[in-house]
T-cell receptor, first 110, second 112 residues
Framework: GQQVMQIPQYQHVQEGEDFTTYCNSSTTLSNIQWYKQRPGGHPVFLIQLVKSGEVKKQKRLTFQFGEAKKNSSLHITATQTTDVGTYFC??????????FGKGTKLSVIP | NAGVTQTPKFQVLKTGQSMTLQCAQD?????MYWYRQDPGMGLRLIYY???????DKGEVPNGYNVSRLNKREFSLRLESAAPSQTSVYFC???????????FGPGTRLTVT
């Protein structure tokens, strides 16, 4: 797998504010996958990015893969209480060993 | 279509006891994985099976063994449980490597 660092570890936002989590690596990543884990739940796949500079959107969520394929971000516009959870990025070297970041735990204050 | 199922949901063991965590998927996926999740540590891969009949070590394999019983089932065995193995264990599957992974509901294991 490939090492990824995820920041911040925690983020508290007021409902309606935006939220961004970042995934960084010192080496070029083959791909990035993003997962969401609700409190007490299991990780659920959100999206995969493969191409340099790729941007994908899912409603209020925007995912980006850096031009150098060394970083990625997940941005949520106008957070809602349903966005609460931990967001993980994961990357693999085209292999089976997906290495996950430690996650960003998002709290939304209503 | 149940996806990925895991049993048991909760388990308490005493140090030195053994147990097997069961995992099954009904999505006809080729690859299966076992992770452990500890507070602040994210998800760490214990073992994986790229396809039926093969298994390989992940990042933290010590103290664990696995069996890919058939295409559907992938079990994780703790031969002699230790308190350091207290964790939440997730099984996952994917069509093959590089594809999105589908996770089971997890097993919360406490070793006293």
């Amino acid at each position: 797998g490939q090492q990824v660092m995820q920041i911040p570890q925690y983020q508290h936002v007021q409902e309606g504010e935006d939220f961004t989590t970042y995934c960084n690596s010192s080496t070029t990543l083959s791909n990035i996958q993003w997962y969401k884990q609700r409190p007490g739940g299991h990780p659920v796949f959100l999206i995969q990015l493969v191409k340099s500079g790729e941007v994908k959107k899912q409603k209020r969520l925007t995912f980006q893969f850096g031009e150098a394929k060394k970083n990625s971000s997940l941005h949520i516009t106008a957070t809602q209480t349903t966005d609460v959870g931990t967001y993980f990025c994961g990357s693999g070297a085209g292999s089976y060993q997906l290495t996950f970041g430690k996650g960003t735990k998002l709290s939304v204050i209503p | 279509n149940a996806g990925v199922t895991q049993t048991p949901k909760f388990q308490v063991l005493k140090t030195g006891q053994s147990m097997t965590l069961q995992c099954a998927q009904d999505m006809n996926h080729n690859s299966m994985y076992w992770y452990r999740q500890d507070p602040g540590m994210g998800l760490r891969l214990i073992y994986y099976s790229a396809s039926e009949g093969t298994t390989d070590k992940g990042e933290v394999p010590n103290g664990y063994n696995v069996s890919r019983l058939n295409k559907r089932e992938f079990s994780l065995r703790l031969e002699s449980a230790a308190p350091s193995q207290t964790s939440v264990y997730f099984c996952a599957s994917s069509y093959r490597g590089f594809y999105e992974q589908y996770f089971g509901p997890g097993t919360r294991l406490t070793v006293t």
